[in-house]
C-alpha cells in the first residue's frame, strides 16, 4: 500500500509559478509512472503530465512548456514546476502513482491550484 500526500498549491496571480510535491509513504523505485492530474469545476479530471521510470516526460499540450514534472526516487516524491501560471490551470492537482501490480495506481488527496487574472 502506498499513500501519496500533494503540498504546494495555494492562491498565485496569473503569470506566476507555484512547485507541487508530492510524497509517497512507500517506495516508487518500483512505480511504472508518476503522474499529475488536475480537475476544475464542472469538468473531467485530465492527465497534466507523465513520467516513468526512465525518467521520460510527457505533457499535456496546454501546460507545454510551461510545467516540468520531475521526481526524486530515493526522496520518494514527484514535483510539478508550474511557471507562467494561467486562469485556466486552476483547478484541484492530484499524484497517481501506477505500479505494475496496480495498474489504476494510487491516488493523494489532491491540492487546490488558483490562480487569479
Known amino acids: 500500500q502506498v499513500q501519496l500526500v500533494e503540498s504546494g498549491g495555494g492562491l498565485v496571480q496569473a503569470g506566476g509559478s507555484l512547485r507541487l510535491s508530492c510524497v509517497a509513504s512507500?517506495?516508487?523505485?518500483?512505480?511504472?509512472?508518476m503522474k499529475w492530474y488536475r480537475q476544475a469545476p464542472g469538468k473531467q479530471r485530465e492527465l497534466v503530465a507523465t513520467i516513468i521510470s526512465s525518467g521520460s516526460t510527457a505533457y499535456a499540450d496546454s501546460v507545454k512548456g510551461r510545467f516540468t514534472i520531475s521526481r526524486d526516487n530515493a526522496k520518494n516524491a514527484m514535483y510539478l514546476q508550474m511557471n507562467s501560471l494561467k486562469p485556466e490551470d486552476t483547478a484541484v492537482y492530484y499524484c497517481n502513482a501506477v505500479f505494475p501490480t496496480r495498474p489504476l495506481g494510487y491516488w493523494g488527496q489532491g491540492t487546490q491550484v488558483t490562480v487569479s487574472s
Open positions: 512507500g517506495s516508487i523505485f518500483r512505480s511504472s509512472a
